[in-house]
C-alpha cells in the first residue's frame, strides 16, 4: 500500500510539473513576429478597398508535415497601408512552424488588425487537401462576434465558391 501511495504521489506531482511546462512554454511562445510587418501612409483619406492575394503560404501542421495555403486580404484602410514586401517576409516567417489552420489564420488576422488598425479587415484561407479533405478559414472584422456592427454584410447571399 505504501508504494501505490508513493507511485500515485509522484503520478500527480509529474502531472503537475508538466502542467506548468506546458503553462510556461503556452505563454512564452510566439506564433509570429509582427515587428515583421511595415506600413506606408495611406496615400487617399476616401474609402477604397486593397485586396491581396499570395497563392503559397507555407507552414508545419500539427503533425509536423509542410502545410500550404492560399491567402486572400481584403482591407479598408484608415491611416496606413500593408507594404507588400514586409507582408511576404511576415508570411514567410511561418515556414518552419508548427501551427494549427485555426491558430494561423486567427495570428495573420490579429497581427493585421494591431499593426495596421484598417476600418474593415477581411481574411480568407484555403488550404490544400490533406487526406482528402479541404478547409477554408475566413475571420472578418465586420462580423459581430469580432466586435464589428456587420455593417458591410457583402458575403450574405453570395454562392459560397472555393
Do not use: C, H
Not at 507588400?84 to 493585421?112: A, P
Request: proline residues 4%.
Amino acid at each position: 500500500m505504501n508504494n501505490r501511495r508513493f507511485s500515485a504521489t509522484r503520478r500527480l506531482y509529474a502531472d503537475d510539473n508538466q502542467t506548468q511546462y506546458y503553462t510556461a512554454m503556452r505563454e512564452s511562445r510566439r506564433w509570429s513576429d509582427p515587428a515583421l510587418l511595415k506600413s506606408i501612409p495611406n496615400p487617399s483619406r476616401q474609402g477604397y478597398e486593397i485586396k491581396i492575394k499570395t497563392s503559397e503560404v507555407t507552414f508545419l501542421g500539427v503533425r509536423d508535415q509542410p502545410d500550404y495555403a492560399e491567402l486572400y486580404i481584403t482591407m479598408y484602410p484608415s491611416e496606413t497601408v500593408i507594404e507588400l514586401k514586409s507582408l511576404k517576409g511576415y508570411l514567410f516567417s511561418f515556414r518552419d512552424r508548427v501551427i494549427s489552420y485555426e491558430r494561423f489564420i486567427n495570428v495573420v488576422y490579429d497581427d493585421l488588425v494591431t499593426v495596421y488598425q484598417p476600418n474593415r479587415l477581411r481574411v480568407v484561407a484555403v488550404f490544400n487537401p490533406r487526406g482528402g479533405i479541404s478547409s477554408r478559414l475566413t475571420v472578418d472584422s465586420d462580423w459581430e462576434t469580432r466586435g464589428g456592427s456587420e455593417r458591410y454584410r457583402d458575403w450574405v447571399g453570395q454562392e459560397d465558391t472555393w
